[in-house]
């Protein structure tokens, strides 16, 4: 399972990618983020796209091992914080 500190940060960023895009509530920002929490507010039913062990069985399984996929979540998960 991937390890999610919560922190917030691609919460803050669905705005910078066309995936995310609807769930933009209009300034980048995710509409089901709680600004003041730093939280997501429907984080255990929140969207599959937003769920990496999901998304990884739903689309990467056949591709890329899961230690590498979540390399690579890590890789951008350490981005989105170092540019806060």
Known sequence: MFK????????????????YA???RGDGVCM???DE????NI??????MCNVDKVYTILFKSKIEKEEYYKMNRK???QFKSAL
């Open 4 to 19: 999610c500190d919560k922190c917030g940060c691609c919460c803050m960023k669905v705005g910078q990618s066309a995936v």
């Open 22 to 24: 609807t769930l933009d």
């Open 32 to 34: 089901y983020f709680n």
């Open 37 to 40: 929490l730093r939280l997501c």
């Open 43 to 48: 984080y255990e039913i929140r969207p599959t």
């Open 76 to 78: 951008y998960c350490e």
